[in-house]
Nanobody, 115 residues
């Protein structure tokens, strides 16, 4: 069974940077897109960034210009580089890999932005 393993979360001061990684433990066929979502306490899960199999990217307005999503197709790995972090970026971040047949989710990694 394929599992997504996330890493890179933690505590960072405002203005700092973090890089999240998400690797699939097995091979996933027919991937259509990879993405990162986040959920802050008391709020709904929201899409942060997404990258299609063709390399097209999209970002939530709140992170445009600060976050960058990238992928390594050979490794079934997706990354999220987060710069200029703000306290409002504090949330549990989840990666998702969407295939034709099934959507896979990571277990979540906590990102806390605080001084």
């Amino acid at each position: 069974q394929v599992q997504l393993v996330e890493s890179g979360g933690g505590l960072v001061q405002p203005g700092g940077s973090l890089r999240l990684s998400c690797a699939a433990s097995g091979r996933i066929s027919s991937i259509s897109a990879m993405g990162w979502y986040r959920q802050a306490p008391g709020k709904q899960r929201e899409l942060v960034a997404r990258i299609t199999s063709g390399g097209a990217t999209m970002y939530a307005d709140s992170v445009k210009g600060r976050f960058t999503i990238s992928r390594d197709n050979a490794k079934n790995t997706v990354y999220l580089q987060m710069n200029s972090l703000k306290p409002e970026d504090t949330a549990v971040y989840y990666c998702q890999i969407a295939s034709i047949l099934y959507d896979y989710w990571g277990q979540g990694t906590q990102v806390t932005v605080s001084s």
